[in-house]
């Protein structure tokens, strides 16, 4: 099974930018955050359910750190 990632979440501050994506996987549900194209974390979820809680949960820290949707 090679799934193609699902973005979902973007954000930047500065010159900087966070992506978290989403991919199935045989083993389970992968999370995955970059930062500037490299990836920083990477977590692997049973459902779907508790990816997204865990995806959100490091969105809303992110932005509470200064980090927002990027313009353009």
Known sequence: M????????????????LTCAVT???????VSISQDG????TRVFETG????????RKRERRTADGWSPPRG
């Open 49 to 56: 359910d508790e990816a997204l809680e865990w995806a959100g």
């Open 38 to 41: 490299r990836m920083t974390v």
């Open 2 to 17: 090679n799934d193609e990632p699902t973005t979902l979440w973007t954000l930047a501050r500065g010159e900087h930018s």
């Open 24 to 30: 199935l996987q045989v083993y389970g549900i992968e």
